[in-house]
């Protein structure tokens, strides 16, 4: 099994940076796959987990701490699993 990290895009530069973070961290473990917020299902898949601005990671089909208004913090993706394998 691997751990599922979905990353809300609009394709900014700040954006393209998280992506190429996180690429950089996760493990062959960690299913990076990057989500672009023109398409309305991802807007909807957003809106149900509470994504309130971009960039912004889910990690296991939860929110990630540091995504919940504030911006992505490598310390907060780090504890919440991004580049550990799955227990």
Do not use: Y
């Not at 990290?5 to 299913?31: H, Q, W, Y």
């Not at 990057?34 to 299902?41: A, E, N, R, W």
């Amino acid at each position: 099994m691997k751990r599922t990290v979905e990353i809300f895009s609009a394709g900014c530069a700040m954006c393209d940076e998280l992506v190429r973070r996180v690429n950089t961290i996760a493990s062959p473990s960690c299913d990076v796959v990057v989500l672009d917020m023109q398409q309305p299902d991802v807007v909807e898949r957003a809106k149900s987990l509470g994504v309130a601005s971009v960039p912004a990671i889910a990690i296991d089909g939860a929110l990630a701490d540091c995504c919940a208004g504030k911006g992505p913090d490598e310390a907060a993706l780090r504890a919440a699993g991004l580049g550990q394998p799955l227990a």
